[in-house]
């Protein structure tokens, strides 16, 4: 196994009623003024935006407000973020909302605590942060994982490119976790998170490495645990256990503990899903789906051994001494099946995109950054297996 | 399931040749003079406190040193090393060895910045702490979980009274995991520190509320990893990779992630085992295997559902439907097979005492604070209670 670092500082608050200790949770953190970060109007609709704000006002606690964040978080509204916060000496950020709210407000917070870059400078690589504003999260959304990981994922509508920067300065202060702030999501968005979550955790698993036994059964466990979830929600979307359930495997998936010893993990399927996140604005758990099975059948034989373990204490399916090719194969096959049982594409054009040769290309070329890097661990990728693997998914 | 936060801020960097960042990680802290604090002389023959030594002479930072600390570390030293750190001007504390030094450190870490109370207070639940001196760890034995725990225990040699005290204030800052410095222990100490590490997954697993499915498989996994690589550890004390899962097991166990939606857990044995440490200074993780087939013997009809799962998720022992309680008693021997096979006691006098009724009623006098308090949540138990159990472990 590989030696690892293990850093998860979030405070999670964990339950019913929890966001209600927002503007407790604030104060702890000694700051001026709050800038309250959403998306649409559910927040306000729900009454939830409200229950923040007189949270934050009986904790004595100033504030301001910017909504209007959108899936796949614009790289134009973190710059409109990091104006206002200027303009009203913001010095700290709670995020309400999903994956998109939380890291668009890490974006802003980077952006405001090194006001010597362009924060996009970050997420295209061309430099680091030295500090970042703290962040704080009322999560509404069980998917992305950013309420505890040290990652966030901006696009940038010049070219539509999306691209992702990790940095522990990012970590959220806090986390408020409660799961009956889910209850009203549409059941595809419901189950493109539960996809998001279990990538969260495959993109650590396969991995072509020696890997950690302890490391290996949570991943396990927790795969196990979304995908007998997922399936309660698909007709359940108010029990509370089963969105419990996901909401904390959503946390545990990307805070680094299911890829503790493994090396790193692969990454290439979210690297993939980028372009067409960037490209065509789908949903992110529903185009690692559609983009999963191809994948894997392009990889599994590097290692089948570790695409039989996932189909056996995933999945059940016996292991076939003989051939651990098939069992993989199985696992591929049994892990589509759910995709298929939760209303999830396994392919592009069940995810809406009829795709031409040439966007393939263009795909491929977009995501290998014009032919100059490879992606993936399991196995390296180059542009054409890129393309491959898009013309595979289509 | 039950509300719960989860707040595990500690860095743990884990692997081989890990402690030579002692140095640069204490330097991260900002200090000015760190107390390297542990146990006998096998840091000191084995070159580890050397290493160490020269990590922080390279990183630039002001030392002293107190050694000394035993099992069931005593309330002298702590006060001899709040002593000489106030003296010396100390301001972090780095602990070299297991839990009993690293308990030993976040006490003096308690009495320096505290200096209005004795630290003794804390333990005696007379008050509560407001601050605590920054700790590090470099761990040396896989077993109380004190590297990432908010918990230590001391013990006062006047009456000989052994009381923990629970903080997150004195979690630690960073914990070093190398799992080659624990190599060299002996085979009783490293199986005892295994049953140390699946007593506390197992008191925050009996618990007679609702449970989390998430928190419940990652429990299940780490008890099956524990008992699997203890028995590989008797015959391959040298065994990287089994060392590893232990010491991995030993710091998830006990940092919280096994009793998230449990409700906070049981740890009845562990009130039990800590007089039994306190009166007669035994290993913890034996005291724990001597008592813990008693306890689970003298409860289990609470909740006999919730043994037999135990019994056919950790052991595989196939459900008897017509009776759980017959499938629970097949898992709590089990248990005590498996004690037996890594040579662990699954009594007293396995343990090496041999208790008239006097010592018998004593313990659980102490224990149950004179009479004034009842232990446990799976079943609550008065003092009664605990007389019987005792009993029945003799």
Known sequence: MRNFEFYTPTKVIFGKDTHLQAGELVKEQHCKKVLVHYGGQSARKSGLLDEVFHSLDEAGIAYTELGGVVPNPRLSKVYEGIELCKKEGVDFILAVGGGSVIDSGKAIAYGLANPD??????????????????????????????????????????????????????RCKFAILNPRLTYTLPQYQTESGCVDILMHTMERYFVNVETMEMTDSISESLMQTVIYNARILMREPGNYNARAEVMWAGSLSHNGLTGCGTGGGDWACHQL?????????????AGLAAIWGSWARYVYQENPDRFAQFATNVFDIPYDGLSPETTALRGIEAMEEFYRSIQMPTNLRELGLELTDEQIHQLAFKCSFEDTRTIGMFKQLNMKDMEKIYAMAR
């Open 117 to 170: 870059i362009d924060v996009w400078d970050l997420y295209a690589k061309k430099t680091t942060a030295k500090a970042c504003l703290p962040v704080g999260a009322i999560l509404t959304i069980a998917a992305a994982g950013s309420e505890m990981s040290n990652s966030s994922v901006i696009t940038n509508e010049k070219g539509w490119l999306k691209r992702g920067y990790n940095d522990d300065l990012c």
């Open 273 to 285: 899903e980028h372009e067409l996140g960037g490209m065509f604005d789908v949903a992110h758990g």
